[in-house]
Structures are given as structure tokens and as C-alpha cells.
């Protein structure tokens, strides 16, 4: 079956998109062409660990179309990654050099990458040469503090053989704060080879039309936070009905039965739904009087209680409100 471009793929999201999330999202709603699982980290012992697996076992992605996230700057930890990666199934394997943690920049990984572009050229020409037996896409920032680094980077970037570029056009030095850098994301984007991809700050049905004219020819439309808002988002730009109230208290359900299950605990099911709420609540027509009593709640039945007024009574909006946008300070 031909794909149509670009594609609608889910952003990973640490603690958000994984397997749970994966599941009942694509059963209850779909419109996602693709899921990228949050990155996994890659250690020196060439195997990957129990937990890692059960988000990478292809059992738990059946049926879906899931791209798993390495993040390392080590060529020999990414080659074996990738490589038992392709013989479990999957067709390609994404390159993160955008996260911007404390954590993982202090490790030169992630957008700590980005701060050498001499060595991440290096470590992109040995693992494209490589026998992989699956196609190597890239998720990035555009640099560490600067805008003109993209000169740079994106020339190392389109020298190599990658299946996409996906761009978040932010620096590390942004984290998720200000309005995305969409100028810079356009000063290039004719110049390239690679299929390039763009995720950041898309909320609506409207904004992602509109990227999709903006831009023609892109390959793929990455969408994080505003599905976690509106988990329909996806369907409506396929043609596709609004969430209703129905769905969005069977999602939130169905995820919460997951997550107990999958952690054997209720409560730690509970802290995860918050964090879904978190975003959701954009999704209802003055929500946020109600975030604090949703939030506080300590049990599942104190947060049905909690969320029933929302759900129930408030208007569910046309499109999620990007409530979740953060100034400069
Ligand atoms: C809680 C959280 C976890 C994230 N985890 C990852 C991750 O594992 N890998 C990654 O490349 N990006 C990660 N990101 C970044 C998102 O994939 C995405 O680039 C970002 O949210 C901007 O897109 P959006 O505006 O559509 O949300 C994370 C973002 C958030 C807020």
C-alpha cells in the first residue's frame, strides 16, 4: 500500500508514549502513522535489559507502526542496538541528539551531542556505513546555544544516507520555553536532501494543515504534547469526529487499568494519569479552576469524583488550548 506524506507520528515522550500509552491510543483512536518509543539507552553489555523490553518486545508492538529511540554518542552501542533491533523486526531506528536534560548533555548525549559536530559527523558515518539491517532517522534541536550552528549541523546532518531529519526548531539552550524557532526551520528546509520532518508546538487540526502547505514535500509531522491533550488530534486530520466525552473518560480509563496493571500498583496508576491530565485539561472549556481538586486527589475514586464535574459538565473544546506553553522568564 503506497504511504501518503507526511506522516503523523507520535513524539516520544518519556513516561507518556510508551507501551501502555501505545496500546490503548491506537485501539481507541488511531490516526497515528507511526509511534517513536522514548529513548533507550544503550549500555557496553551488548543486550538489552528486562525493562527495556518491555517496551521493544515486538509482541507488545503488534500491529503498529513503532520506531525505537537510541540515545548514545558510542558507535559500538548504538551498532549492536540497532542491529538486534533490525533482526526483532523493526525497519528503523531513530538517533536522539535533541534531548536537552541536565543528565544526559553533561554525558555529551542527547543535545550535548550537538556541541560537536566534528565527532557526531564521525559517529554518523560509521553507523550509516554499517551493516545494520534497518534505516537510521535522527530527531534534533538545532544547536546548543545559537541559531548559526545549524550551518553546520544541518550540513552534517544531509551528508549521510538518514531515512528522515526530524527537527525541533528550538536550542538546547531554549528547553520547551519561548516560541519555536520556525524562521530558522524555514531558512533551510529547501536545502536539504534527507526527507526532513518537523515537531514543535503544533496543537490544532489548523496548525498542522498549515505545516503541512507551509512546507511541502515533508515527510513527516511529529506531534508530542497536543495529542496528549486531545488523543483524537491525529484522527481529525484525517477526516475523522472529535474526541467525545465518552471516549475521552474510556481512554482515561483504559489507561488507568493499563498502568495498574503494568506496575501492579493503583497508586503509581494514578500519579501516571495525572500527568496525561495535566495536558487534557486544555482540552475543556475552563478546566483549570478544577486542576487543583483533580490534582490533589489521593485516590482513583477521589479523582473520578474529581474529574466527573470536567468531563460531564464543562464544553469540550474544538481543538486543546496550548496551555501548556512556557514564556521566556
Ligand atoms: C515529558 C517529556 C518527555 C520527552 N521524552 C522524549 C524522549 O524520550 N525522546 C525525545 O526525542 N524527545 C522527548 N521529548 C520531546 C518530545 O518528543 C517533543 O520533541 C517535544 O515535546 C516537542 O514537541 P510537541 O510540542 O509536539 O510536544 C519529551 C518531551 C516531554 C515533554
Known sequence: MSQKFPLLSVAPMEGLTGVVFRQVHSRLFGGADV?????????????????????????????????????????????????????????????????????????????????????????????????????????????????SEFDLLSNVFDRHRLKTLIIHPRLKSDQYKGQVRTHVFEKYYDGFNVPIGYNGDLTTVADIVATKERFGGLQQIMVGRALMADPALFR???????????????????????????????????????????????????????????????????????LRPIVEELPIRTDAYFGWFKPID
Open 35 to 147: 509511534y517513536y518509543i522514548p529513548f533507550v539507552t544503550p549500555t557496553i553489555l551488548p543486550k538489552f535489559t528486562e525493562r527495556q523490553l518491555r517496551e521493544l518486545a515486538p509482541t507488545v508492538n503488534a500491529g503498529l507502526h513503532v520506531v525505537p529511540q537510541l540515545l548514545t554518542r558510542r558507535t559500538e552501542d548504538f551498532i549492536w542496538a540497532a542491529k538486534t533491533l533490525g533482526e526483532m523486526g523493526y525497519d528503523e531506528v531513530n538517533l536522539n541528539v535533541g534531548c536537552p536534560a541536565g543528565t544526559v548533555v553533561a554525558k555529551g548525549k542527547g543535545s550535548g551531542f550537538l556541541r560537536t559536530p566534528a565527532d557526531l559527523d564521525h559517529f554518523l558515518d560509521t553507523v550509516c556505513e554499517a551493516d545494520l539491517g534497518v534505516e537510521i532517522s535522527v530527531k534534533t534541536r538545532l544547536g546548543w546555544a545559537d541559531e
Open 236 to 306: 481529525k486530520v484525517k477526516g475523522g469526529p472529535s474526541a467525545s466525552r465518552e471516549e475521552i473518560v474510556g481512554f482515561t480509563r483504559e489507561l488507568f487499568e493499563s498502568y495498574a496493571r503494568a506496575f501492579d500498583s493503583r497508586k503509581n496508576a494514578l500519579m501516571r494519569i495525572k500527568e496525561y491530565w495535566f495536558y487534557q485539561l486544555n482540552l475543556f472549556e475552563g478546566a483549570q479552576a478544577y486542576a487543583k481538586n483533580l490534582f490533589k486527589s489521593k485516590t482513583p475514586e477521589a479523582f473520578d469524583e474529581a
